[in-house]
């Protein structure tokens, strides 16, 4: 019943954020949308801001896919630890491109400053702070710190996938519409980490 409810506010709420952006999200609008009652909401969430973050979370890619990460490290995979980091970059350039959620989403994020965006982001942080504790030991000595490439891949990829998905897709002559050029993007990650990881 939980994840019943749960699954229908966070389709109540994609719909609404997708049609009317934020500005359509209050508590009565999506528990009409939803069918799902008030006190049901206040009860599970506390907060209509809670609930709307627990949404934004379960929408953010990297707070939904570190966990997975930290388990497939920690399992003795059959990849190492490049190969995964690679996986989940290129996963994410394909997730800007086609979950348009997920771009409104982005797009709100740095348009925007207000204490539920505040919220998401600080947690966001706090899943990234775990990853990079995770990495520790795969991570080469360099004159560059590994986090600000880090930080460089994962806004550039941000960067990109809205440019192609909200424009023409070209940028630097390459058309990020076309596979071809998508693969050449996710090359050049893949070089890029293979300098800064073993």
Known sequence: MKEANELKLFLAIE??????GYAALGVNAVAKKSGVDKTYI??????????????????????TRVGVLNEVMA??????????VDYY?????DTV???????????WSVSEENELM?????????????????????????AVDFRAVSAINVAGLYYLGLH???NNGTFCGLNLNTAEDQQKIKDAISFINQIFLK
């Open 89 to 93: 970059l290129h996963k994410q350039f």
């Open 118 to 142: 505040k919220s998401f982001i600080a947690k966001r942080e706090e899943v990234g702070e775990n990853l990079f504790e995770a990495a520790k030991a795969e991570i080469k000595e360099k």
């Open 164 to 166: 192609a998905a909200s």
């Open 75 to 84: 399992n003795d995979a059959p990849f190492t630890f490049r190969q995964i």
């Open 15 to 20: 719909e609404l954020f997708s049609k009317k």
């Open 42 to 63: 206040y009860r599970r969430f506390e907060t209509f801001e809670k609930l709307l973050e627990s949404y934004f979370i379960h929408k953010d890619y990297w707070s």
């Open 97 to 107: 491109l086609e979950d348009k959620q997920f771009q409104k989403l982005m797009l």
